[in-house]
Antibody
Framework: EVQLVESGGGLVQPGGSLRLSCAAS????????MHWVRQAPGKGLVWVSR????????VYADSVKGRFTISRDNAKNTLYLQMNSLRAEDTAVYYC?????????????WGQGTLVTVSS | DIQMTQSPSSVSASVGDRVTITCRAS??????LGWYQHKPGKAPKLLIY???SLQSGVPSRFSGSGSGTDFTLTISSLQPEDFATYYC?????????FGGGTRVEIK
């Protein structure tokens, strides 16, 4: 059974940093692209970032470019999102999601999400 | 960037009703369109990918159609477990983007 479990969310002050993790199991993690998607309170889903299988290629939404870094450790089956210079508008539930094998750019499995709150 | 516009933003329906949700892309995306179901506190669920392909394990009452800029998600006979918010998503180009969502509510 495919499982994605996010952790690392919490309350952080504006300008602060946080690192999210996503532990993957039930599939060959090193073979699949991975994404982060977020949802601000009361708002819709917003794509944040994507990483390829070996971490050599990454893509970001303009809103987080230069502040967030996506990475992965295939030996630990774990995806990360390092978030720096956090702003109030980064407050959201952050989901990790697997890129659907064979049909890139769709998300076939998602975690339950971890809440990040940026507030003083 | 490609903008995705869903309509309606909400719909009230009864069990057994046929429900149709539309999604329009700001430019052509061929068949690079997915549909997701999202319930509060739960992980979003992929229903349809490539505009009309049913994701494994998804009931056949869900169907998708369209290509280019105009797409439709249809629920042929609404079931109690289908009350949720539905999102379309384009996979044609980065940045990937979602529609604003359609909330399906109990009438």
């Amino acid at each position: 059974e495919v499982q994605l479990v996010e952790s690392g969310g919490g309350l952080v002050q504006p300008g602060g940093s946080l690192r999210l993790s996503c532990a993957a199991s039930g599939f060959t993690f090193s073979s699949d692209w991975m994404h982060w998607v977020r949802q601000a309170p009361g708002k819709g889903l917003v794509w944040v970032s994507r990483i390829n299988t070996d971490g050599s290629s990454t893509v970001y939404a303009d809103s987080v470019k230069g502040r967030f870094t996506i990475s992965r450790d295939n030996a630990k089956n774990t995806l990360y999102l390092q978030m720096n210079s956090l702003r109030a508008e980064d407050t959201a539930v952050y989901y990790c999601a697997r890129d659907r094998p064979g049909n890139n750019y769709f998300f076939d499995y998602w975690g339950q999400g971890t809440l990040v709150t940026v507030s003083s | 960037d490609i903008q995705m516009t869903q309509s309606p933003s909400s719909v009230s329906a009864s069990v057994g009703d046929r429900v149709t949700i539309t999604c329009r892309a700001s430019q052509g995306i061929s068949s690079w369109l997915g549909w997701y179901q999202h319930k509060p506190g739960k992980a979003p669920k992929l229903l349809i990918y490539a505009a009309s392909s049913l994701q494994s394990g998804v009931p056949s009452r869900f169907s998708g159609s369209g290509s280019g800029t105009d797409f439709t998600l249809t629920i042929s006979s609404l079931q109690p477990e289908d009350f949720a918010t539905y999102y379309c998503q384009q996979g044609n180009s980065y940045p990937l983007s979602f529609g604003g969502g359609t909330r399906v509510e109990i009438k």
